[in-house]
């Protein structure tokens, strides 16, 4: 019989392969250089230090921090197409989301306070279902935490410590994490508040008498171990291409305040939209078991609260990892605040006990496959077509692109940064691109100089002029287009609701 948990993750699965939400995992054109990226790699068998996608940076020095995701998403992409990238992203959003809601049964959660929280953090972290690297973040950050957590309350609340044993898997994942995504800074984050929390139960321990030695040696004992573990997983997060330098290249980039103040996913949420504004619920959600049983939480519960709210409001894009930490601390509280006394196990209780017993996860694993199997098929399921993974034409350039390849226009491509990784997916290696969105590798002048191009300020020509460029590729209304035909130096060879390609007036195309 299936479970909660298992329903959560078939109805996931389900909805994000087999309707048009899989279009709107590919809305982000950064897949594209990665699938190119990892399928570069399997050609040459080696990893890439420097760019060969640009015009503007080929040959300069890139760090290609995400090229095991970019690996598999480049294998999959060769043997299923676009289904098969699609598939990968919807299997660890469902799984994500699926085991926090197994983790707050495990952890006490009623039942219904466990199945709301979860459906807030499915809304909240929508801004950002895309098929991209960050989702396995996703998944590495709730891994992480559960250790961190189970470790925690089996020192200090005296039962068996079989899971203790799971703080020395951190420097393993840590294996993978770095070479999948930056976003495991997080996990030395969670690992930095929870030997705080140690620490400062150590430090309050008293040692008057000789039973209340007991929690102040368990503590300390814990915050070698953390520290060992994390030790260990700093060392792990060396064994990287890049070494001791990807951490200084990642610090340079999230540090610089113009890149951080002009990308979109790294500003503050604007909560008038509905994911911002499930986000918010959770907020207020918080706050309110914070009022309630604030004086039962743990430091390290409160200190991830903290930081889970602070990196919340601070950019969109952490708006996932955010919630689900949010939702694992609130969950178990909020539990006990909304529970009626009474006599015996009320129903919630009795169907968290059937929850924790059913374990065998069969219908995941036949859907899994049987998923696979149809992306495996072309997307046909009988003779239907069940998945049909594409880039949208209203979002992409799509038929602007198909013109290009048509008609062989030579010369790299100018678009707008956030089309760029989809021109690379469409028409590497024959045409390069002008800028992507690889904002750490182009850096700060190249983007301000960018920027006054692409809104059609006075100083734009200054930036076309120094460039290589054999056509633009512009969103049909934006301002620099009509700019660029009134000038009568550029003209238009292709328009469509939703681009429109223009080359110099003295190319001969």
């Known amino acids: 019989m299936p479970s909660a948990e298992d329903l959560i ?3 996931l699965l389900g909805v994000l392969v087999f309707t048009p939400l899989s279009v709107r995992l590919l809305g982000d054109a950064g897949i594209g250089w990665h699938i190119r990226a990892g399928q570069e790699i399997l050609a040459t068998h080696t990893i890439p230090r420097v760019d060969s996608f640009s015009s503007t940076m080929g040959g300069k020095p890139w760090f290609a921090w995400e090229w095991l995701y970019d690996l598999l998403v480049g294998q999959l992409e060769a043997s299923l197409g676009l289904n098969g990238v699609v598939w990968f992203t919807a299997i660890v959003i469902a799984a994500v989301f699926s085991w926090t809601y197994r983790l707050l049964i495990l952890r006490g959660t009623n039942v219904l306070v466990a199945l709301v929280l979860v459906l807030l953090a499915v809304s909240a972290s929508m801004i950002h279902f895309l098929a991209r690297p960050h989702v ?5 950050a709730l891994a992480w935490f559960w250790i961190l957590e189970s470790s925690e309350r089996e020192w200090f609340d005296g039962r068996d410590r079989q899971n203790s044993g799971w703080l020395w898997a951190l420097p393993l994942l840590m294996l993978v994490w770095v070479n999948m995504h930056g976003g495991f800074l997080v996990g030395f984050v969670l690992l930095g508040i929870f030997w705080a929390g140690a620490m400062w139960n150590w430090f309050r321990a008293k040692q008057i008498r000789i039973e209340e030695l007991f929690p102040r040696i368990a503590a300390g004992k814990r915050a070698r171990a953390l520290a060992g573990a994390g ?3 700093l060392a792990a997060s060396l064994a990287n291409p890049f070494g001791w330098r990807l951490h200084a290249h990642i610090y340079s980039y999230l540090s610089n305040r113009f890149l951080m103040d002009h990308i979109d996913e790294f500003r503050s949420p604007d909560f008038h939209g509905v994911a911002q504004r499930c986000f918010l619920i959770l907020l207020l959600i918080t706050l309110a078991a914070l009022v309630a049983r604030g004086r039962q939480l743990r430091m390290s519960e409160i200190m991830t609260v903290l930081f889970a709210v602070y990196s919340g409001l601070y950019a969109s894009r952490n708006i996932p990892v955010s919630s689900v930490l949010l939702v694992m601390v609130v969950g178990p509280r909020l539990s006990p605040v909304l529970s009626q006394p009474s006599p015996g196990p009320g129903f919630f209780q009795r169907m968290a006990a059937v929850e924790s017993a059913l374990r065998g996860h069969v219908w995941p694993i036949l859907i899994v496959v049987l998923t696979f199997w149809i992306a495996g098929a072309g997307g046909k399921l009988a003779s239907s077509l069940g ?14 692109v198909n013109y290009l390849k048509n008609h062989e226009i030579k010369g790299p491509v100018l678009s707008p940064d956030y089309w760029g990784g989809y021109l690379i997916y469409r028409l590497y290696p024959a045409t390069r691109v002008v800028v992507d969105d690889r904002h750490d590798l182009y850096g700060e002048q190249f983007f301000k100089s960018y920027l ?4 059609g300020e006075p100083e734009f020509e200054e930036f076309l002029a120094g460039r290589d460029i054999g056509c633009i590729l512009l969103p ?5 287009a009509t700019i660029l035909l009134e000038s009568r130096r550029w003209r238009a060879i292709y ?11 003295s190319a001969d195309q």
């Open 9 to 11: 993750f078939i109805a």
């Open 136 to 140: 396995v973040s996703w998944l590495f």
């Open 231 to 233: 030790l260990l997983s």
């Open 387 to 400: 998945m049909d993974a594409h880039f949208d034409a209203k979002r992409m350039p799509v038929e602007a």
């Open 452 to 455: 006054k191009m692409i809104r």
């Open 476 to 480: 049909r209304e934006a301002p620099l």
């Open 495 to 505: 328009v469509d609701d939703t681009a429109i390609t223009l080359v110099g007036t």
